[in-house]
């Protein structure tokens, strides 16, 4: 016969024994310990010195004292002493400061509330070997825990399949997760048998396919985008000349929409203009083509995706004299060069300039009272005429169009033979920027002289 129970280790009384009720005493005290168990602490090295008789501490590790050698061990405090149980393995004892039950394992005390592991649970449902977990309500709520919250769905290998089935009477409808690869796909059934995979996210390719009838009809990569149906609806131009921005072109349509705003000072060179359509106000910036407050619309391109050089294409839009300019850099910060592009219209005209820049025609022509007059681009006036019935006396003749302030023409003079059959002389007196005077030799005729000046306009 052994000396004492197999479990709870409580001692037996032996035949013939002597003093039974020692034997019989001690094991009630090992039952009033281990019954309906209850401790003070688990926490706990050192026999804390307020305990009263009866209470019961697990002894943490590193025991010290009276409890030195004892980790793990349950200690009752009985007559003024400690009494110790060594507990064995799936003992659970609930813990009063801490309000929870602990378990012991076979080498520690854990919390009792994680141990639990059914191999099925079921709430207000009936599980099977397929659903373990089986819950029957209105909602289930998965709330944090100070933080974030992750559901989990793990799979043995890429073959197999992790995902979240929504059906209908039991009947598949729709399934989204990693099955069968680990491509996240959406699948779609109409009737629980038959599948189509609308939606798939691959990992490796790194594209999103979108496939309605398990035709792929868009594939969006990080490079590019495949359509493969044709685009209707609000985002595309209702007709071939529909004008509107953010639309996508028809087939043979040219509306290009509206033009961004170029607002503010800032020069064209460092606004990073990308390629597309802009407009702006000539005179708000230093570095267009003309000074002039003539509102602008710019083309602007780009050399290539490594080459952030930029060409420009300037319009002149709210002036009766159109003009158009042609712009370059050497750099991506460098300064625009420009050069304005002439058509028939622009080679004769009126010449102007700003600043000595020739903003005009290339060739200006007149006539009036006083003459004819030829202007070019680069400054250069030549006036030129016939002064009849010339005299003996000093004539002044106006030019047709006055040369630059402060400057002095050259000036030719050519005189006819009078009708006495003399070729008088004629001489140049006096020139300014608006005028010349000249005079004749002592013949008494009257006589007509040609007459020529070349200098700047500007």
């Known amino acids: 016969m052994n000396n004492s129970s197999p479990k709870l280790d409580l001692p037996f009384i032996q035949p013939a024994q002597a003093q039974k009720h020692v034997t019989h005493n001690e094991a009630i005290k090992r039952l009033d310990v281990l019954v309906q168990a209850v401790v003070e602490d688990a926490a706990l ?34 007559n003024n002493s400690w009494d110790f149980i060594t507990p064995q393995k799936g003992w659970s004892v609930y813990v009063k400061n801490t309000d929870g039950p602990v ?7 854990v919390d009792g509330s994680q141990i639990l592991r059914p ?45 979240l089935l929504f ?22 059934s109409p009737d629980g048998s038959t599948w189509r995979e609308a939606i798939q996210v691959d990992p490796v390719l790194n594209t999103i396919s979108l496939s309605p009838m398990n035709s792929p ?27 509107r921005s953010e639309r996508l072109l028809k087939g043979g349509a040219f509306g290009l929409g509206n033009s961004v705003q170029l607002d503010g000072a800032q020069n064209l060179k460092d606004r990073n203009l990308k390629p597309g359509f802009y407009n702006y106000i000539a005179s708000a910036v230093t570095d267009g083509p003309e000074s002039a407050a003539w509102l602008h619309t710019l083309i602007v391109t780009q050399v290539s995706s490594w080459d952030e050089r930029r060409s420009f294409i300037s319009l002149r ?11 370059s850099q050497s750099s991506n910060t460098g300064d625009i060069v420009w050069s304005r592009i002439l058509i028939n219209d622009h080679i004769t005209g009126t010449v102007s300039q700003n600043m ?49 302030n402060g400057s002095v023409p050259v000036c030719t003079l050519t005189a006819e033979r009078n009708n006495n059959g003399d070729h008088p002389l004629v001489t140049l007196r006096t020139v300014t920027a608006s005028n010349m005077t000249t005079q004749s030799n002592a013949f008494p005729a009257l006589h007509n002289v040609h007459w020529t000046a070349t200098g700047r306009w500007f």
Not at 356 to 372: F, H, M, S, V, Y
């Open 45 to 78: 090295t050192s026999p804390p010195a307020g305990a009263t008789e009866g209470d019961s501490y697990i002894v943490a590790p590193g025991g010290i004292n009276a409890w030195e050698a004892r980790d793990g061990e349950i200690a009752t405090f009985y």
């Open 103 to 109: 378990t012991y394992t076979g080498a520690t005390w």
């Open 317 to 327: 839009t709210t002036s009766s004299t159109p003009r158009m300019w042609f712009g």
């Open 356 to 404: 000595g820049k020739p903003t005009g025609a290339i060739i200006e022509r007149g006539i009036n009272a006083n003459g004819q007059y030829t202007r070019w681009a680069d400054g250069t006036q030549t006036c030129f005429g016939r002064k009849a019935n010339a005299s003996t006396n000093p004539e002044t003749i106006i030019f047709p169009a006055s040369f630059v």
């Open 119 to 163: 191999s099925q649970l079921g709430v207000s449902a009936e599980p099977d070997d397929t659903n373990r977990l089986s819950v029957s309500s209105d909602a289930t709520l998965f709330n944090h825990n100070g933080a974030g919250h992750q559901l989990k769905l793990n799979k043995a290998g890429s073959a197999d399949t992790a995902s």
């Open 167 to 188: 059906q209908n009477g039991f009947a598949g409808r729709a399934e989204m997760g990693i099955s069968g690869n680990d491509s996240w796909s959406l699948k779609v």
């Open 217 to 243: 009809r868009l594939l969006l990569g990080d490079a590019s985008a495949e359509i493969n149906v044709p685009v209707t609806g609000t985002a595309v131009q209702a007709s071939p000349t529909d004008p």
